[in-house]
Every structure is written in structure tokens, then in C-alpha cells.
């Protein structure tokens, strides 16, 4: 069965520092990854997405990740945060390599201080 | 762009009530799904729904579920007699064939 684990439930980090999102995942397949976002009392958006080609992703706001297939990691990074950035963000793996159901992460809330 | 929508954003309920929770997909999407986050825990899957019958369900999705596409355009879930621990936010969400899926703002169901 597939699981995700994300190793961190919380991470505090300063205005324009850098942050990584750290995400686990097992699979006996193959699989597509994702990153969503949930900001206050919203639901969840797509940041992006990996499904094969190159391990390095690009998604919205200046989000990036790494598909590490050895480590089988997925963390999501940004190079300078913004206080807009906080938010609960959520690593997440479809079974069978579709776009169909989805296996969360228990998320992990950024929190981003002036 | 084109969103998912779910009304209402907050109900409440006695134990034991049925409640319907409402969502209208995107309008060219296939494949229609129910999500639900415990306060405090993971996103689950509880259903996914295409052709006008369920594709997949979860263990938690057992007898006091369902889930119907009344018409052309709303998707719903019913729970028939709520019990406390079904307080959550449930979350809607569509895709087409090639797209990842897009989520509704959630309902966020308060059972007392």
C-alpha cells in the first residue's frame, strides 16, 4: 500500500530565508506526486505536480521540488519565503500512477515571521 | 479559471440527523470525489465517482454514505445519521482525464 510521510508537522522560518518541505513516500508502483496548499479557510490548491521527465519541478509561487527516486523523497523548497507563504502544505501521492485517488501526507503548517 | 464549488461552507447538525453536502464540479470534468479532514489529521479519501456509479470507496465509507449526481451538474454526499465523529471538513473535488484534481473549499460539518 502506498503511504506519505511528511517528517516535519511544523516549521517556523523568517521572512526571505530559504525553506524545504521535507515528504516521504512508499510505493510498490509507480507513482504521480503532488504538492497542495491550504491556505486559512480555503481548500486545497495544486502548487505542482510530478509524473516522469525531469526530477526537478517547477510549480506556482516559486515553488520547487525534487523527485529523488533512490530516496523516494518529494520535498518541496523555496528560496525566499514570503509572509503570504504561510500555510498548511500537503505532499501527496496517486495510486497507479493516475490522476485518481489521492494518498495525503499529515501536512506540514509553515509558518513564516517578519 | 474554473472552480470547483461547495455549499455550504459551514453546517451543523444534531447526532442522528441526515445531512447533504453540495458541490458543483467543473463543468467539463468526468471524475468527481469526496475527501475528508478531521480536525487536527490527514486528508482521506472516501469516494471517487465517474460514469454515474462509484469507481472506489474507502473503508470509511460504509452504509450511513452516498453519493449521487442528481443532475448535469451538482455532485453530493449524504450522510444519513450523523454520529459525532463524522464532524470534519469534507472536501469536493473533479478531474478530467489528463488533469490533477481540483478541490472544492471544503464544508465544514459540525455534529452535535
Known amino acids: 500500500a502506498q503511504s506519505v510521510t511528511q517528517l516535519d508537522s511544523q516549521v517556523p522560518v523568517f521572512e526571505e530565508a530559504p525553506v524545504e518541505l521535507r515528504c516521504n513516500y512508499s510505493s510498490s508502483v509507480s507513482v504521480y506526486l503532488f504538492w497542495y496548499v491550504q491556505y486559512p479557510n480555503q481548500g486545497l490548491q495544486l502548487l505542482l505536480k510530478?509524473?516522469?521527465?525531469?526530477?526537478l519541478v517547477k510549480g506556482i509561487n516559486g515553488f520547487e521540488a525534487e523527485f529523488n527516486k533512490s530516496q523516494t523523497s518529494f520535498h518541496l523548497r523555496k528560496p525566499s519565503v514570503h509572509i503570504s507563504d504561510t500555510a498548511e502544505y500537503f505532499c501527496?501521492?496517486?495510486?497507479?500512477?493516475?490522476?485518481?485517488?489521492?494518498?495525503f501526507g499529515a501536512g506540514t503548517r509553515l509558518a513564516v515571521h517578519p | 479559471e474554473p472552480e470547483v464549488t461547495q455549499t455550504p461552507s459551514h453546517q451543523v447538525t444534531q447526532m442522528g440527523q441526515e445531512v447533504i453536502l453540495r458541490c458543483v464540479p467543473i463543468?467539463?470534468?468526468?471524475?468527481f470525489y469526496w475527501y475528508r479532514q478531521i480536525l487536527g489529521q490527514k486528508v482521506e479519501f472516501l469516494v471517487s465517482f465517474y460514469n454515474n456509479e462509484i469507481s472506489e470507496k474507502s473503508e470509511i465509507f460504509d452504509d450511513q454514505f452516498s453519493v449521487e449526481r442528481p443532475d448535469g451538474s451538482n455532485f453530493t454526499l449524504k450522510i444519513r445519521s450523523t454520529k459525532l465523529e463524522d464532524s470534519a471538513m469534507y472536501f469536493c473535488?473533479?478531474?478530467?482525464?489528463?488533469?490533477?484534481?481540483?478541490f472544492g473549499n471544503g464544508t465544514r460539518l459540525t455534529v452535535t
Open positions: 501527496a501521492v496517486s495510486v497507479s500512477g493516475g490522476y485518481n485517488k489521492l494518498i
Open positions: 510530478y509524473l516522469s521527465g525531469s526530477t
Open positions: 463543468s467539463n470534468h468526468l471524475y
Open positions: 473535488a473533479s478531474s478530467d482525464d489528463n488533469s490533477p484534481l481540483h
